[in-house]
């Protein structure tokens, strides 16, 4: 019974320093990012319509975040950061969503073999 004990503590332990090795290595890479919440479907022109093309046609909403809610859930689209020429795709809808239309600084960790960042904090970008 000890030796069934005991085995379970250890694994118990050996996961425990796995995850917080894996919380320490995101820390490290973790970056900060400006740019705009948006939709994938703007943000890459999928329609082949600038997010400012969609606004003006009213079909959309009148505002970016009604644009990129409605893309979202009507088109098939999904949560991206626009930060000048780049576009990252963004993993934690949970933290994000609220944010779309929004200009923020996004801190997170870049996966850039699928050009994703894995979210860690967001917040609104402060007016100069």
């Known amino acids: 019974m000890n030796r069934i004990r005991f085995r379970s503590t250890m694994t118990m332990w050996g996961a425990a320093v796995v995850l917080a090795l894996a919380g320490a290595a995101y820390g490290q890479a973790s970056h900060v990012y400006h740019g705009e919440v948006s ?7 999928v329609h082949t319509r600038s997010h400012q093309e969609m ?3 009213k079909s959309m909403g009148g505002t970016s975040n ?4 409605y893309c979202i859930e009507h088109l ?11 576009v990252y795709r963004l993993d934690r809808s949970d933290l994000v ?3 779309e239309g929004q ?3 996004l801190t ?10 894995h ?3 967001i917040d609104l970008e402060e007016k100069p």
């Open 66 to 69: 009604t644009c990129s809610v």
């Open 76 to 86: 098939g689209g999904y949560l991206v950061l626009s930060a000048g020429n780049d």
């Open 55 to 57: 606004l003006k046609s």
């Open 103 to 105: 200009r923020v600084v």
């Open 119 to 121: 979210v860690l904090k």
């Open 97 to 99: 969503h609220g944010f």
């Open 108 to 117: 997170g960790v870049l996966d850039p073999k699928l050009k994703q960042i």
């Open 39 to 45: 939709d994938s479907q703007c943000a890459m022109n």
